[in-house]
Structures are given as structure tokens and as C-alpha cells.
């Protein structure tokens, strides 16, 4: 595993649009995980402005999402559909045919295995990029007694309504449910990005080096082959 430790959280992101960058520059039909939440969105602003400078050509690269709410529609402005064709497809090159995000309406197990079957058309993600919550989850794997290998639909904590409901006009408006790849599903990726903030110094930390057990989901990221953790000092 290599952990990144940059100045500033400008300059983490930074870092991570590079990497990107570089990867769909050498593999121009790469495959990308792609993650949600706040802390990716800076990521892909930059991916933005350096595919609008030339920089970098999404047309050929596919991409699959880690994980959608159950029960508001693609349209709703809190789906994770909507917010990366908002913070990303709909400002880049990229042909909106390639980019797979779960469906979080109808029947929700029909929908897991269209998830799982994304993420292997084509074979494995070249990278997959990660966010972690305050308790470790990663995806929406949260701490429970096994590690879950495939993608499945997920009752959400009360932490992780709570985090997400900041989003939300009122709490009771957050799901409680989500479709999520499985931990095993996240480990088929060839190569993994963690990024974290300064905020989530604590939990990576005890992800990174504490045991390896499904009450930390992240933890499980020490067995993978190739993990890079970029984080900041401040
Ligand atoms: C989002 C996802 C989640 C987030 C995590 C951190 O697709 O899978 O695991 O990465 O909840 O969220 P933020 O970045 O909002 O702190």
C-alpha cells in the first residue's frame, strides 16, 4: 500500500486528477470506478477543466458507479446518477452510453445484478476511486460481521443518514436503503484510490494499520495488491 500525504486538500485532488489523467492518456478505453459524496467532487472539476484544455479524451472510457440510493429516481437531484452527470458527464467528452450508474428504483436485486454484471463487462475496472465514511464504510459497505463479496442492496446506518442527510432538505428524506458494489466487487479493480480529507485522518488511520476485520469495511484494503491512500496534512 502507498499513502500520499499532500499540503492541502486542493493539492490531494490535484494529485488524483493526474493519475487519472495519466491512465486514460496511456489506455484511452480505460475503465473507471467512479465514487460520490463531497470529496471527489474537486477531483473531477479538475478532470473537467483538463478535458476542456485538451488535456485528457474521456470518448472511449466507460465507467461504472459504486453505488446508488434505493427508492428516488436517476431525475432526483440527490441521486448519484444526477450528481455525476452534473459534477461530471454532462461537462466532458465522455459518451453518457458508457457510464453505468444503478438503477435504485424497481426491484432492487434485479438491479444488483445488473451492477455486478457492469462491473464485469470488459473485465476488471483499471481503477476504481474510493471515499470512506466516518465509520469505515467503503461503497456502502458498512461495519457488519462478514465482508459482502457481491453487490447487494444495503440498509443504511443511522451515522450514515445522518452524514448524507446534510444533502437533504430534512433527514427523514434521506434513503434508507442503497444498492452497492460488495467488498469483493471493490477488490476486482487492478488498481484502488483511497482519497480522504483531513477530517477522516482518524478512521483511515485505524483502517490502514488496526486489524483487518468487516466492522472497519475499509480495512479489507490492506489485502489488495495495489492501493494508493492520498490524503492531506491539514
Ligand atoms: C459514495 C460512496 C461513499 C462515500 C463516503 C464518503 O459513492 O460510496 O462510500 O465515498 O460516504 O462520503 P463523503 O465524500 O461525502 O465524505
Redesign the pocket.
Known amino acids: 500500500m502507498k499513502v500520499i500525504v499532500t499540503n492541502s486538500y486542493d493539492e490531494t485532488c490535484a494529485v488524483i486528477a493526474n493519475m487519472i489523467k495519466e491512465l486514460v492518456n496511456a489506455k484511452p478505453d480505460a475503465k473507471l470506478g467512479l ?6 467532487v474537486p477531483i473531477y472539476k479538475k478532470l473537467i477543466e483538463m478535458n476542456k484544455a485538451g488535456e485528457v479524451d474521456f470518448s472511449r472510457v466507460h465507467t461504472v ?3 446508488e440510493y434505493c427508492g428516488i429516481p436517476g431525475t432526483h437531484d440527490q441521486s ?1 446518477r444526477y450528481f455525476m452527470d452534473t459534477n461530471l458527464f454532462d461537462h466532458i467528452n465522455i459518451d453518457k452510453k458508457n457510464t453505468f450508474v444503478a438503477s435504485g428504483m424497481g426491484d432492487f436485486e434485479a438491479n444488483a445484478r445488473e451492477l455486478e454484471e457492469k462491473v464485469r463487462e470488459g473485465g476488471a475496472a483499471d481503477l476504481q476511486l ?4 466516518h465509520n469505515g ?4 459497505n458498512e461495519p457488519c460481521e462478514s465482508f459482502p463479496a457481491a453487490v447487494h442492496p444495503v440498509e443504511l446506518t443511522e451515522s ?1 443518514i445522518q ?2 442527510s446534510r444533502l437533504f432538505d430534512r433527514v427523514e428524506d434521506v434513503p434508507t436503503r442503497a444498492i ?1 458494489m460488495g467488498i469483493g466487487t471493490i477488490l476486482k479493480a487492478r488498481r484502488i484510490l483511497l482519497i480522504a ?1 483531513a477530517d ?1 485522518r482518524e478512521i483511515v488511520e485505524k483502517a490502514l494499520t488496526g486489524p483487518v476485520t468487516p466492522w472497519v469495511p475499509a480495512s479489507v484494503l490492506q489485502l489488495h495488491r495495489d492501493v494508493t491512500v492520498i490524503t492531506c496534512g491539514e
Open positions: 465514487a460520490t459524496g463531497g470529496t471527489p458507479n459504486l453505488d448519484y474510493l471515499g470512506i465514511g464504510h467503503i461503497g456502502f450514515t452524514a448524507n452497492t480529507g477522516k
